[in-house]
């Protein structure tokens, strides 16, 4: 299921007409999208990676001119500048002089990036150090290359690749390759879905002091992660499993009418064995907690019942009725603490939920596996109706 997370919930934050409601809630939807996306991010780690956050921060790879009689000609991309200030979060994206037909040769960088990868995946970058000067260059890996990275004109995001040591002849080239871990300037989160341009510096020390070779831009696009593991169902703003085999289900019905925004529901669900199986685990005392879910997101729950739990034994086809509770309000971040609000009016897709500790299975074959698992067990959608507050 593909499941655009932020715009689900942000509809659900734009259909309230009350001004102050609509603010905390969208307050409530960006702290939900934050905290699953650095859970998304704390899945990756890059090599060869120096992160850096501000402009104080950026340092460049130092290419040296070696030991020649012969005056170097002007860097072929900057020739009058000795210095660039790299630009920090916000600022606007770095100056990379046009190369001509005129432009004296010279040391330069090629480069790209990408082209395509998920939020929250390093993004791969290749740069090739050209010589097209009369004296050999040396590289120098003691700190790290800046790198940019631009939306709409501006900086939001720094990052750094490491180096190595090599001599580059004067015709030759040297190509390095990494992955850069892009995070989003002034937080922890990563780089939202969208097109972006990659810009690198190199600074070179020529025969009359140090010259700054720009390059770029390398256009890159972000795609919208899917659901991970680390966000399982029926966690808030998780998405709702498909096509799998639960060896236990719940059967959840509600009766019809409209129900009261930031209201209860208190019903029964019954759980069941699914294809003949026979299942043992340890089910809550508390019973099922129901959900809802708006175009496959969850995005109304109460909080999880704890408590004791008891032992769940079922035969093949054997049922058991256990209690099932929700609150129809907009889920949050527990850590938050944010004001919890009503769901909006409309329709939603109410499931029971329950997380059974599995420890035994035994197939319709009579095929016995000893297992532990934590499984939540899900009935199937029910439509619920919310009113008008």
Known sequence: MNVDLETSLDQLARSVHDDAVAERMTGQVHQMVAQIRRRRAARYTASGLVSMGTVAAVAVVGVQLAGRNATPGPVATQPDATAVAWPGCGDAAPEVPAVTADTPAGPYVEGSAGPEMVAG?????????????????????????????????????????AGYVDVIEPGGNRETSG????????????????????????????????????????????????????????????????????????????????????????????????????????????????????????????????????????????????AATGQLSLCS????????????????????????MLKEVTEARGEATSVTELVAVRSNPVDVTIGVP
């Open 179 to 322: 992955a850069i871990d892009l995070v989003a300037c002034g937080g922890d989160t990563p780089l939202d879905p969208g097109e972006y341009q990659m810009f690198a510096a190199v600074t070179l020390m020529l025969a009359d002091g140090p010259h700054d070779l720009v390059a770029g831009p390398w256009p890159f696009t972000i795609t919208e992660a899917p659901a991970s593991a680390a966000d399982p169902f029926p966690a808030c703003g998780s998405v709702v499993p498909s096509g799998d085999d639960p060896v236990l289900a719940l059967d959840l019905a509600l009766g019809e009418g409209v129900y009261a925004s930031g209201g209860t529901l208190e019903t029964v669900a019954t759980v069941r064995t699914t294809n003949g199986r026979t299942v043992i685990g340890n089910a809550p005392i508390a019973g099922a907690l129901i959900v809802l879910a708006k175009d496959g997101v969850v995005v109304g729950r109460g909080d999880s019942a704890t408590g004791d739990v008891d032992i769940l034994d079922l035969a093949a086809y054997q049922t058991v009725q256990v």
């Open 333 to 356: 971040i527990p850590q938050t603490g944010a004001v919890r609000d009503g769901l909006p009016a409309g329709t939603y897709q109410a499931y029971a939920v329950m997380e059974v």
């Open 121 to 161: 995946a390093p993004v791969p970058v290749t740069l090739r150090f050209v010589n097209d000067g009369a004296g050999a260059v040396s590289l120098d890996a003691a700190t790290p290359t800046p790198f940019a990275v631009v939306a709409d004109g501006l900086v939001v995001a720094t990052a750094g690749l």
